[in-house]
């Protein structure tokens, strides 16, 4: 089975500054994909970004990227100029692609705070 | 271009009680799952439906049934409601092995 960790329960930035949020995941898996979503107050969870395990190259989408480093099965998320709007629950995911099921394993998510 | 829906958004139960969470997504995707979300635990994968006519559970499936009615539809019954089971539940959808596309929530309170 696998377990997704995120190790910050809380974290907060200035809003224009820069934070990066931790995931480590543990798999003997080869063919999987990672994500991380964000839920804000509104409860609605929204996919913010996605990695293939196959891929070096690290996602990027605007001010959102990641480092993925595959041999420390270590996925941390980094979110350039924050924005007041991007306050909410941060949650990384595994998904087995082997599997039929394609079921996602959550981390215990991350709380980020924007301080204007 | 709804998405995915869920009705209803709120409900409250008297422990014993049983209802259905109803799950509808217009995307033509096969895989349709449902999870609970309770503090501090993330998200928790109950019942998952891989494309239509199949069912399996997942990592909490014990007091919920479920039907995938057809490609469109995935509901969630609670039997007999526990405390227990008071939680927010997501239904999502998502194409065979890509991201999954959630809805809105149900907060659903048993007493």
């Known amino acids: 089975a696998q377990t997704v960790t995120q190790s910050q329960p809380e974290m907060s930035v200035q809003e224009a500054e820069t934070v990066t949020l931790s995931c480590t995941y543990d798999t003997s898996e080869n063919n999987y994909y990672l994500f991380w979503y964000k839920q804000p107050p509104s409860r609605q969870m929204i996919l913010v970004i996605r990695?293939?395990?196959?891929?070096?190259q690290n996602a990027t989408e605007n001010r959102f990227s990641v480092n993925f480093q595959k041999a420390a099965k270590s996925f941390s998320l980094k979110i350039s100029d924050s924005q007041l709007g991007d306050t909410a629950m941060y949650f990384c995911a595994f998904m087995n692609r082997g599997a039929g099921s394609y079921q996602l394993t959550f981390g215990k998510g991350t709380k980020l705070s924007v301080i204007p | 271009n709804a998405g995915v829906t869920q009705t209803p958004k709120f409900q409250v139960l008297k422990t014993g009680q049983s209802m259905t969470l109803q799950c509808a997504q217009d995307m033509n995707h096969n895989s349709m799952y449902w999870y609970r979300q309770d503090p501090g635990m993330g998200l928790r994968l109950i019942y998952y439906s891989a494309s239509e006519g199949t069912t399996d559970k997942g990592e909490v499936p014990n007091g919920y049934n479920v039907s995938r009615l057809n490609k469109r539809e995935f509901s969630l019954r609670l039997e007999s409601a526990a405390p227990s089971q008071t939680s927010v539940y997501f239904c999502?959808?998502?194409?065979?092995?890509?991201?999954?596309?959630f809805g809105p929530g149900t907060r659903l309170t048993v007493t």
């Open positions: 999502a959808s998502s194409e065979f092995g890509y991201e999954q596309y």
């Open positions: 990695q293939e395990a196959y891929k070096q």
